[in-house]
């Protein structure tokens, strides 16, 4: 039996299902497995998972015969002041772990499931590194039961689900599973459709995501948000929230723009920094002034708002 260390160097609150994962697959091999603990006795292997970039390294002496580095966060590079996903850094789980049920129990998670049913996106946004890793096309990776038993809530990281030509058979089996379900990394609003409209009022949701990224597609966008909010079961205002880069390729009048015509048309925007760490100030108070719901619906002109 071989002693196995777990450290998630992101520790956000938000569980690490590739940790999770890996946890599963030892226990199944009939190690032990538990959270590493400096100063302890060696370990055999010690997994170190890094999903973002800006986490700093483990760089503490880790008492273990081999040490297993991993994740989105060890294989982006700054590159002329750009983050750039480099594939050959890139450390994706093995196949026969990547499809194991999670070991929900190593966060003390009883009733929420967590899990991708699709991986790549047909976008190919410049400051989204999923394309590079994951490929142009989106496409079914795994079946509900893989990572769901049950649970009550449901948790997906799927990038763009409804770009996948299976998207009628997965919504199906979010109806079916009668879970309140969350997709996580949001919906693409570009594709939404009146049939697609239809699969999704009948899953149980309590709050609906989508993104505006591009500027320059508000005549494309604007008429979709239009629609959704027409025909959706889903009443808008905090239920439906926008994620919106700002300081990426766009002045700061469109991206506060995006923010006025979103909340005219009843949509929650939910400010997301692009380099936060070098930007204007004027970003940081934008979404200060944002994503704090209270004072966003108090102080009705960003002008008015002091930080």
Request: net charge neutral; charged share 25%; hydrophobic share 35%.
């Amino acid at each position: 039996m071989k002693r196995i260390g777990l450290i998630d160097a992101d520790y956000t609150g938000f569980p690490n299902l590739a940790l999770m994962k890996i946890s599963s697959h030892h226990k199944r091999l009939g190690d032990h497995v538990e959270w590493y603990i400096p100063f302890s006795a060696r370990y055999d292997v010690v997994y170190i998972s890094k999903i973002f970039s800006f986490t700093p390294d483990i760089y503490y002496h880790i008492n273990a015969d081999v040490v297993v580095r991993g994740g989105t966060g060890y294989a982006i590079e700054t590159i002329n002041n750009r983050e750039v996903f480099n594939p050959a850094l890139d450390k994706p789980l093995d196949d026969i772990i990547e499809h194991e049920y999670p070991d929900y129990s190593l966060y003390g998670i009883s009733d929420t499931a967590y899990g991708f049913l699709t991986r790549g996106c047909p976008r190919g946004c410049e400051f989204c590194i999923v394309g590079k890793k994951e490929g142009r096309c989106s496409r079914k990776h795994s079946d509900l039961n893989e990572f769901w038993n049950g649970q009550k809530n449901i948790v997906l990281n799927d990038p763009n689900i409804l770009a996948c030509k299976d998207w009628k058979e997965l919504l199906m089996s979010l109806q079916d599973s009668k879970a309140w379900v969350d997709f996580n990394q949001g919906l693409d609003i570009r594709l939404i459709t009146e049939e697609k409209i239809e699969f999704i009022n009948q899953i149980k949701m309590k709050t609906v995501r989508f993104a505006w990224d591009k500027y320059d597609e508000k005549d494309l966008i604007l008429p979709k948000f239009q629609f959704f909010a027409k025909h959706s079961r889903l009443k808008l205002n905090h239920n439906a929230i926008v994620y919106t880069i700002v300081n990426y390729n766009m002045s700061f009048e469109q991206d506060l723009d995006r923010v006025y015509t979103l909340r005219e048309l009843g949509y929650y925007p939910y400010i997301m920094v692009y380099q936060k760490q070098n930007c204007d100030h004027r970003y940081k108070d934008l979404q200060r002034w944002v994503n704090n719901r209270v004072i966003f619906s108090k102080c009705k002109r960003f002008e008015d708002y002091k930080a």
